[in-house]
């Protein structure tokens, strides 16, 4: 299983960005998905979560409203549309992958994409 994310940038702060995910190998239908970022200095943290229905998802407080994960299993694919950003969102953002459903523990996901950089100007 394969995970290529895409769509990072340098945006100002209050700009918004889409992040893509595209997943190659077994059955994408059956992954539940996140999205991880990590900070310099700071440890990965969970930003999104979404189960492999794609009907659950989780956001912590500090996306909340901001951020919206969603997963088109006709496309293998899955995105983090981001709104309203802030200078604490620049990280490097990661996609992942686990059997079965979701986690918001990085320990419970088997595969990472390469991670895409976010930089939020002020």
């Known amino acids: 299983v394969q995970l290529q994310a895409s769509g990072g940038g340098l945006v100002e702060t209050g700009g918004s960005l889409r992040l893509s995910c595209v997943v190659s190998g077994r059955a994408f239908k059956d992954y539940s998905m996140a999205w991880f970022r990590q900070a310099p200095g700071k440890g990965r943290e969970v930003v999104a979560t979404i189960n492999y229905a794609g009907g659950v998802t989780y956001y912590p407080d500090s996306v909340k409203g901001r951020f919206t994960i969603s997963k088109d299993n006709n496309k293998n694919m899955v995105f983090l549309q981001m709104n309203s950003l802030k200078s604490e969102d620049t990280a490097v953002y990661y996609c992942?992958?686990?059997?079965?459903?979701?986690?918001?523990?990085?320990?419970?996901?088997?595969?990472w994409g390469q991670g895409t950089l976010v930089t939020v100007s002020s």
């Open positions: 992942t992958a686990r059997d079965g459903l979701s986690s918001r523990q990085q320990v419970d996901y088997h595969y």
